[in-house]
């Protein structure tokens, strides 16, 4: 081989590595955008369920975000699925948007790992696909939007260490086992007990975020347990079924954490219980429909965009329950929002 062609070749190997470079760079900048989509957008909601409350109230941020999107002409249509809590039914409803063609999906992953292949799928058809509260593990997605949930976990596991001094006997109560944001309050706390060898847990419940349930899991739980020194409840509705099992059985309320469940604010109030929660806000849902649009409207979006967690204690609670009436009895007081904290949101 003469210098001439081993130069040629040379040069033509670097060529094709830099285009390759340039390739896999702008695969990761588009975040599955393309840019040949154009307003107005169809936006998919993948609901895995309807049923609690708090997904209601989400979904009616969506819907609220959605119309004022209308309004700037940046949305046309908004496409809502309900898996009742099947995991199978969400990627057949996410399947089906991606053969409708719509331009943005967001969901609530109803399992970490089953929607990854469905979920790749419509990010590789250029389709904005914005994932909140509970996660999936693919990264192919455009934005993933969460607060911290072990810190969420750490922090009530901390609080209940500071109540009890270290020591006791105390209840869990996880949301369903199997979906990110249970999972990883729970792991969350563990260090924390961890360190606190004093702090026992002598049990432990998965029950589905709706008071009713947790009510009948704690029932069964104070007649198989006497004596019960705190509840380290990861999650409102759980927190509010905990203090209302309590209050029937005629046991003594202890210190419980919580989350911003209307009921659970106002028990904690009435009861005088010492208390602690925080708040997975409800608009979470209007903030994933925003960022979609953002991304494909062009805008640089975070590929993970942090929420802040809340602290709800003697200090501050009273000025959630001020607004209580704002909600539904077995609702959540949530935070207000608006375009300005979103785009600080998306700023980070």
Not at 341 to 348: I, N
Request: proline share 4%.
């Amino acid at each position: 081989m003469n210098n001439l062609e081993n130069s040629r070749r040379l040069l033509a190997g670097a060529a094709a590595a830099a285009l390759l470079v340039l390739s896999a760079g702008t695969a990761s900048a588009a975040n599955c955008i393309k840019g040949d989509r154009k307003a107005p957008y169809t936006v998919g909601w993948a609901n895995i369920y309807s049923v609690p409350t708090w997904m209601k109230q989400t979904e009616g941020t969506i819907s609220a975000e959605v119309e004022e999107l209308k309004k700037a002409g940046l949305v046309k249509d908004l496409m809502i699925t309900d898996a009742q809590g099947n995991a199978q039914t969400q990627i057949q409803h996410i399947q089906s948007m991606i053969d409708a063609n719509v331009d943005a999906i967001v969901v609530i992953a109803g399992s970490s790992n089953a929607l990854d292949r469905v979920i790749s799928d419509a990010c590789d058809k250029g389709i904005a696909v914005v994932n909140f509260d509970s996660l999936v593990n693919t990264d192919k997605v455009t934005a993933k939007i969460n607060t911290d949930s072990n810190e969420w976990g750490a922090t009530a596991a901390k609080w209940m260490v500071e109540q009890l001094g270290g020591k006791g006997k105390i209840i869990v109560m996880n949301g369903p086992a199997g979906i990110s944001v249970s999972d990883d309050r729970r792991k969350g706390a563990q260090p924390v007990l961890d360190a606190n060898p004093g702090l026992e847990v002598i049990t432990e419940t998965n029950t589905e975020y709706n008071v009713a349930p947790a009510q009948e899991a704690m029932t069964s739980l104070l007649f198989a347990n006497p004596e019960i020194d705190g509840v380290l409840s990861l999650g409102g509705a759980l927190s509010a079924g905990s203090v209302m099992a309590f209050d029937r059985q005629g046991r003594e309320q202890v210190p419980t954490s919580g989350e911003n469940a209307r009921q659970f604010l106002e028990l904690w109030k009435e009861k005088g219980l010492k208390g602690w929660a925080t708040m997975q806000p409800n608009w979470l849902g209007a903030l994933s429909v925003y960022t979609a649009v953002q991304a494909l409207e062009g805008k640089d979006v975070p590929a993970f965009i942090k929420v802040p967690l809340p602290v709800i204690d003697d200090s501050t609670i009273d000025g959630y329950l001020a607004r209580a009436a704002d909600f539904p009895a077995d609702g959540y007081i949530y935070s207000d929002y608006d375009k300005a904290l979103f785009d600080k949101l998306l700023a980070q």
